[in-house]
């Protein structure tokens, strides 16, 4: 027997709309073409990469209230692919169409105390913290916590920007007046012994789909690569995905959320971060999944069902950064077993992430570090002996 259609499921051929004209816009906009929505972009910048490949656009600053309830009018539901939208613009465009995750979820992971103390009271375990007003409070929470410990803005940094590793209390005038705005954030320093994250989708019903964990490599401060599944204990694992999912369920998201952890030397759980969009470790779901991170952030904001987040390969993913990553592009193409993609950004400047490639492994096959490298092809670097 047929099942009845879900009730305020988005129907084929409404527009979604994205704030944010990225690649994660991007490929957000093309998730949701194969489900038979069109995209309606809304950016500042009259060449974003995700204009390339949606129905329509809107050229406007974030915070044009006039352009913003423009906008709203012209689509059926509000999504977001990064977090440098305010909270308040985000409230504009719910006054007129469903916004997806709503503006409390944003104004919570867009700023780093109240995330903090958002988690804590989930019950989610992170690095010591104290809030920074001033070189006395500075002074104060070193003397708590401890060094090293990581100063950081409460907003808008990411990729290593906006904070500063204190290793000795002479650090800390020069730390203090270098970071703004203010107030700042004081963490204690985590031994860690491998960063990693975790996707969860969560739809208006309630309904939830948890992806694996992962590991996460840095290289200059920006993810490099990103092994799925994490090459962690399965009790680690799992752990990090109960976390996901209680966050996602008190915040009461509707969309996508990912979730960093630290993993400390004795195996305990720390979560970093929260972002409530498709996140740059979850690219390996594009080739890796049934459903990737992007249609799920597209099903959940449509209220379509979630099916369950699994995987069919194991998978590592590789950013490519500009410009050396990219002059290799014509060599990506030729190696068997990369998969490129390419995020149609005309700037290739420095640190800036232009692409990824994917390689996929037998599901519970995925190799050592040495395989990792031989499969990389041009773009792998063996480990040190």
Known sequence: MRRPPMANMLP????????????LGRMTAMAAARLGYRSHIFAPEPDSPAFQVASAHSIADYEDEIALARFAEQVDVVTFEF?????????????????????????????????????????????????????????????????????????????????????????AATAFAQ???????????????????????????????????????HRDHILDLTLAPAPFAPETRAAAQAMALRIAEQ??????????????????????????????????????????????????????PLPPARRHADAVMKNLIG????????TILATDGLIPHHYGKRENRPGRKLGHVTMLFPRNALPGEFGIAAALGPLGTPPEP
């Open 179 to 217: 970071l703004n705005p203010k107030p700042l954030i004081l963490e204690g320093f985590v031994d860690f012994a491998a960063e990693g994250s975790v996707l969860v989708a969560r739809g208006p019903a309630g309904a939830t789909s948890v992806f694996d964990m992962v590991e996460n490599r």
């Open 83 to 171: 977090e440098n939208i305010s909270a308040e613009a985000l409230a504009i465009l719910a006054a007129h169409r469903p916004v997806r995750p709503g503006p409390n979820v944003l104004r919570i992971s867009q700023d780093r105390l109240l995330e903090k103390t958002f988690l804590n009271n989930a019950d989610v375990q992170t690095a010591p913290w104290r809030a920074i007003t001033s070189l006395d409070d500075l002074t104060h929470a070193i003397a708590k916590l401890g060094l090293p410990a990581v100063l950081k803005t409460t907003r808008l940094g990411y990729d290593g920007k906006g904070q500063f590793l204190l290793r000795s209390p002479a650090d």
């Open 251 to 304: 915040i009461d998201l509707v969309g996508l959320l990912a979730v960093e952890f630290f993993i400390d030397r004795n195996g305990s759980v720390i979560a970093n971060e929260i972002a409530p969009r498709p996140h740059n470790s979850g690219h390996w779901t594009l080739d890796a999944c049934p459903v990737s991170q992007f249609e799920m952030q597209v099903r959940a904001v449509a209220g379509l």
């Open 12 to 23: 084929p051929l409404a527009t979604i709309g994205i704030i944010g004209g990225g690649q």
């Open 323 to 330: 410009p050396d990553d990219m002059a290799l592009w014509p």
